[in-house]
């Protein structure tokens, strides 16, 4: 069974940071990500990692968020810098598995204050 279990969400002011965790479990997974969704808009794509090492940003965070993982422990991890208010919004652990199944987090709210 699939788990993939968030923390580090919460909120901050504008020009702080935080860090997102995922521990994914169950499975063998090709790619990790993170996902977000703010009030009224689609769920975007945030940051995403391959199991060879290969990333990809949205263009609105690149140079201020930095997508790793910890092999060991299957844990994906998002380290958000110089945050805005236009960060603010849910944001999903996302996986896909070597068999191209996709699961996703229950989502943590990170809400970032002018």
């Known amino acids: 069974q699939v788990q993939l279990v968030e923390s580090g969400g919460g909120l901050v002011q504008a020009g702080g940071s935080l860090r997102l965790s995922c521990a994914a479990s169950g499975s063998i997974f090709s790619i990790l990500g993170w996902y977000r969704q703010a009030p009224g808009k689609q769920r975007e794509l945030v940051a995403r990692?391959?199991?060879?090492?290969?990333?990809n940003y949205a263009d609105s965070v690149k140079g201020r968020f930095t997508i790793s993982k910890d092999n060991a422990k299957n844990t994906v991890y998002l380290q958000m810098n110089s945050l805005k208010p236009e960060d603010t919004a849910v944001y999903y652990c996302n996986a896909e598995t070597i068999t191209r199944f996709i699961y996703w987090g229950q989502g943590t709210q990170v809400t970032v204050s002018s």
């Open positions: 990692i391959t199991v060879g090492g290969s990333i």
